[in-house]
Every structure is written in C-alpha cells, then in structure tokens.
C-alpha cells in the first residue's frame, strides 16, 4: 500500500510539474529580424580574402578596356597552393576570386566565350585558374567563393539585355556547377555607361543561383546574403536599426592602393590595416581584403609578410582579456533590455 501510494505521488507530482511547465512564461520572442545559417556561418569568419587577378595585373591597370589580347595572361609560376597558404597566415576561411573582372576576361575555359585563358600562352591554353584555386582551397580546408562581373567591356552581347543575360546565366550555371561548393557570389555593382540600357535580370540570376547552391551567399549592392558597405575603404559608417531583413555588411578593401598588383604599389602599414579592422570587424561586419597576385601568378613576398604581421597584431592585442576590469549584471526580471543585462562600462 505504501509503495502504490508512493507511485501514486510521483505521477501526481511529475504530472503536476509538466502542467506547470506548460503554464510557465514562454520565453521571450526573438527580437526579428534573425541571420539564415549560411549568414551566421560567414559572420563567424571575421576576416575574408578578395583575390584581384586577370589581364589587369598584365597591363598595369585598374578597369580594362576589354580589348586587352588573352596572349598577354602569362602567369608562368602560378601557385594557387602560395595563395592559400598565404590566406591561412592570416587566418583566412574563405577566399573570393574574380573569375571574370568587367574587361570580360575569364580566368576558366568558358564554353560561351573564346576571350578566356583558352588563347593564354599560360599552360598552352590548357590553364584553369579555378580549379587551381579550388583545387589548392579544397587541400587545406579552405572555402572558395566566386566574382563574376555583370559589366563586361568585351562581350559584343552586352548591351542586349536578353542576349547577355543568357550569356551571364550561362556562365554562372558553369561556375556553379562544375567546382564543388562555392561558398559566396560577388555581383559587382560597377556598370559602365557605354550600354546605358543594358539592364541585369538580377531576379533570374538569384534564383538560379539558389538553385544550385542552396547554402551560399549571395553578395550585391543590396543583398539577399550580403550586403556592400558602400565604399571601398573598409570601414563602416552607418547601418539601419530599423531594418526588416537581416542584411550584413562587407567591407572591401585593398591591402595595396589599387586592386589589381602594381608593380609600384605597396601593402599598406599594420596600424593603417588595424584601423580598418576596427572599422568593420569591430562594426559587426566581415573585412574582406584584397590581396592581388602578380605577373608571377603569386602574393609578393611584401604583402605575405604584411598579412602575417597584421594578423599577429590581432592576436596579440586580443589575447588579453579586454573586459577584465569590466562587470555585467544581469537579473531573472524581463522588461527593458531582454534578461536584464546591466553592463557596467570599464
Ligand atoms: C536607351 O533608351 C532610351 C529610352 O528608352 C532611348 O531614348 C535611348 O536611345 C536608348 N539608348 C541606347 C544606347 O540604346
Ligand atoms: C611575385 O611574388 C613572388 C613571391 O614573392 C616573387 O618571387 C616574384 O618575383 C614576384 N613577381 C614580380 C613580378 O614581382
């Protein structure tokens, strides 16, 4: 008897505790609006890589023209193994190259286009800078994401808005679908005005991208993954506390003055570097800094040392523990900030 009294308290009891769980408060709603997982993924990287590379870095410029030859893309020690390495010096996950820049060049055998690496005297026209980093990226645990132009200075269809956009879907289907998981697309916001009526079919191209790559990001002026900054110093200045979709900012910025390697440039200082960083990382955002290969087809010796130094320099300054002397309160009790945290400052 006593031992049925004493089953009869504990369903009573755990019956009991499950209806007051149930009448419990719920917790409190997410404050909207919230990252998707890839989002939340890419956040967590903090400092990402832009590699600048193509007929520019051949001819010393900046925007090509689109009439460069592809016989002058002659990078004859290419190592994308250097590249990466040089982005893991400087804790690096994911590294983002311009497949095709706006002079129209691809750095892959493009199947719609002959103005590729197919007619560079770089491994008798049998080169593929994708899949060289791809491959390298893939070696070392590194995630790879892809620059595709939307202006093209070269292809004779741009300007024809139905024409160029197949040519441009046709391309991104190429780079998506034959090189593993790309991580994020770049579309450049850049669009020149010798073809002020060209319009991008930015829907179609999302969709499709979506597609074949459910878990990447989406880079553009303004989303749907990730946003740009606005500028090209790396630093951001404002954001919208108001917004209604979670919409992350990038910050590009080159390590040199110009984005493709010039022989007369150099990598900017470390505390100039430091600066930015606590300008956009510091800011919530991700730094996405450029380090552009040379004619050799590698990171000069100069920039591989500054990235190393810089990111030293972070560990350094971060390995103490900055909120030592600091304290945060927090109380069971809702209402004003969500879980009462009351941050003293230093
Ligand atoms: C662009 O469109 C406008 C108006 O639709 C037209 O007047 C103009 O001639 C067009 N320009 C080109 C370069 O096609
Ligand atoms: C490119 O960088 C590599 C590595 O530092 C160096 O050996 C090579 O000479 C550089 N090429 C040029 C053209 O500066």
Redesign the pocket.
């Known amino acids: 008897m006593a031992k049925l009294l004493q089953l009869l308290c504990i369903i009573t009891l755990s019956t009991y505790s499950k209806l007051a769980f149930s009448l419990a408060t719920p917790p409190p709603l997410p404050i909207l609006p919230l990252p998707s997982y890839a989002q939340l993924k890419w956040q967590q990287r903090e400092l990402i890589m832009f590699l600048h590379f193509g007929v520019n870095t051949f001819t010393d410029s900046e925007w090509g023209t689109g009439n460069e030859s592809p016989a002058i893309f002659n990078p004859t ?1 290419l190592d994308a193994n ?1 590249w990466v390495d040089t982005a893991t010096k400087g804790g690096i996950s994911l590294m983002i190259l311009t497949a095709k820049h706006h002079d129209g060049f691809c750095l892959w055998p493009s199947k719609y286009t002959d103005h590729s690496v197919v007619g560079s005297p770089w491994k008798n026209g049998h080169g593929d800078v994708v899949q060289e980093l791809v491959n390298a990226a893939k070696a070392r645990g590194v995630d790879v994401g892809l620059y595709l132009s939307p202006w093209d200075r070269h292809d004779r269809r741009y300007g024809n808005t139905k024409a160029y956009n197949e040519y441009y879907l046709a391309q991104l289907q190429e780079l998506l679908n034959n090189y593993g998981n790309v991580r994020e697309i770049w579309f450049d916001g850049a669009k020149g005005s010798n073809a002020p009526n060209m319009s991008y079919d930015f829907n179609d191209w999302f969709a499709m991208v979506k597609e074949l790559q459910s878990t990447i990001n989406i880079f553009s002026d303004a989303g749907p993954g990730v946003r740009w900054v606005g500028n090209e110093n790396g630093y951001l200045n404002t954001g919208d506390p108001k917004g209604t979709d979670w919409l992350p900012a990038e910050c590009d910025v080159s390590i040199r003055t110009g984005w493709f390697w010039h ?1 007369s440039q150099s990598p900017k200082g470390v505390n100039e570097l430091l600066e930015i960083y606590y300008n956009s990382v510091g800011r919530n955002c991700l730094l996405l800094l450029n380090v552009p ?10 920039d ?1 040392q500054r990235l190393t130094e810089f990111k030293n320099a972070i560990d350094t300054i971060f390995s103490t523990n900055l909120a030592e002397k600091c304290s945060i309160k927090a109380t069971s009790q809702r209402g004003g900030r969500n879980g009462g945290l009351d941050p003293k400052m230093c």
């Open positions: 020690g250097q022989k290969p040379n004619t050799t087809g590698l990171i000069s010796k100069s591989v």
